[in-house]
């Protein structure tokens, strides 16, 4: 049996059927399908949606519609990468960063579940409010339908994103009023800066030689990734292995369970079944 860890939760407001919403992420890199993922050249949010719809499990134990990964927020795809690069122990990104003050590097960590509670109270409504000079209005949160749509649009800069998030009011009455892109832009980045702290994630971080705190912004998503990139040349380790080992073929590797695939392994590092 394949092991499982936790999805994130789904806001309600999300309109995704209770059958397609996702409830569990099957590890990554104990399927041999798992070797079937294009990680190279890949633009990030289709990587995303390719990882997420192939590991997710709904209630009844199938995959989501993939559709249903693209309409996630994009706060939330990312918290469930970083779920997912975890794994059952919750292992936590580790990243280098080094001090502004005194210069000194240090390791900084950063759990799975920690990410998880700093979103936990981000995603409860639908709609973010945000200021345009003494002016009010609501975004609603991008999701990764959203950077599909920029992505296949080849949309560059704040007028395609506005034109898509603004909901009160529309995009186009803010520039009718004379708002300026930039100053649209620059609500939207801080909108998401309060209210979706996965998106543009950053913190501060104190140095254990001097004390001295100093913002950072280390890559969630990237160092998911990169994680899971890993796992799968973990997983190419172990057709290399056996396949040297006993001679199969990719294919007959590929139709052997897990577990007995890691009892080969054990054997063939000599440890007792």
């Known amino acids: 049996m394949l092991q499982t860890v936790p999805f994130p939760p789904l806001p309600e ?31 990030r949010a289709r990587l995303v949606t390719s990882l997420l719809a192939r590991c997710s499990q709904t209630r009844s134990g199938s995959a989501p519609p993939e559709q249903a ?12 990468i970083v779920a997912l690069a975890g794994g059952p122990s919750g292992r ?17 960590e950063l759990q799975p579940a920690e990410i998880a509670a700093l979103a936990a109270e981000a995603y409860r ?15 609603r949160r991008p999701t990764g339908a959203d950077q599909r749509l920029w992505l296949e ?26 708002i300026a892109l930039d100053e649209i832009g620059d609500s939207i980045d801080q909108a998401m800066e309060e209210y979706d702290p996965l998106v543009g994630f950053h913190l501060d971080v104190g140095c254990p030689e001097c004390g001295r705190p100093t913002a950072q912004a280390p890559d969630l998503l990237a160092g998911a990734l990169e994680r899971l990139w890993q796992a799968q040349f973990d997983l190419i380790g172990q057709v290399h292995r056996l396949a040297g080992q006993y001679h199969w073929s990719e294919d007959e590797i590929a139709r052997l369970p897990e577990w ?14």
């Open 13 to 43: 407001w999300l309109p995704i059927e209770s059958e397609n919403r996702p409830i569990a992420l099957r590890v990554f890199g104990g399927d041999m399908r798992d070797l079937a993922v294009e990680f190279a050249g890949v633009e």
């Open 69 to 80: 990964i693209w309409e996630l927020p994009i706060g939330t795809r990312i918290e469930a």
């Open 92 to 108: 936590p990104l580790a990243w280098w960063v080094r001090c502004s003050g005194c210069g000194a590097e240090s390791e900084l």
């Open 125 to 139: 409504e639908r709609l973010v409010p945000v200021k345009i000079g003494e002016r009010a209005a609501w975004l």
């Open 153 to 178: 649009g080849g949309s560059d800069g704040a007028a395609p994103m506005a034109a898509i998030l603004f909901v009160d009011p529309a995009f186009e009455e803010l520039r009718e009023a004379g």
């Open 260 to 273: 007995r695939r890691q009892a080969y392994l054990a054997c063939i590092d000599g440890g007792e079944l």
